[in-house]
Nanobody, 126 residues
Framework: QVQLVESVGGLVQPGGSLSLSCAAS????????MAWFRHAPGKQRDFVIA????????YLADAVKGRFTISSDNAANTTNLQMNSLKPKDTAIYYC???????????????????WGQGTQVTVSS
């Protein structure tokens, strides 16, 4: 059974930065495509960013391009989300997701993922 545990989010001022991590209890972590989604009040769970299992391809939602980055540490079974220039509209619960050998544009859809973390709250406010 795959378990994903996100680090604690927090309260950040607009323009600030925050890093989230997702620790995965899996064998062969390098075979998993990892992603982050977010769920803001009154909205659906939206795709944020993904890194494919090959590590060669990253997908980003338009809303976060130039501000968010994703990386994976295969030795530590961890995926990291670095969020810069945060805006109030980035406020949401952020979820880590994982799927074995997922590839292509489908990795930007929540239906592509079997495994999910519990979510962590990120609030951007002054």
């Amino acid at each position: 059974q795959v378990q994903l545990v996100e680090s604690v989010g927090g309260l950040v001022q607009p323009g600030g930065s925050l890093s989230l991590s997702c620790a995965a209890s899996v064998r062969s972590f390098s075979a998993y495509t990892m992603a982050w989604f977010r769920h803001a009040p009154g909205k659906q769970r939206d795709f944020v960013i993904a890194i494919t299992y090959s590590g060669n391809t990253r997908y980003l939602a338009d809303a976060v391009k130039g501000r968010f980055t994703i990386s994976s540490d295969n030795a530590a079974n961890t995926t990291n989300l670095q969020m810069n220039s945060l805006k109030p509209k980035d406020t949401a619960i952020y979820y880590c997701a994982a799927q074995l050998l997922a590839d292509g544009r489908r990795v930007t859809t929540k239906e592509a993922y079997t495994y999910w973390g519990q979510g962590t709250q990120v609030t951007v406010s002054s």
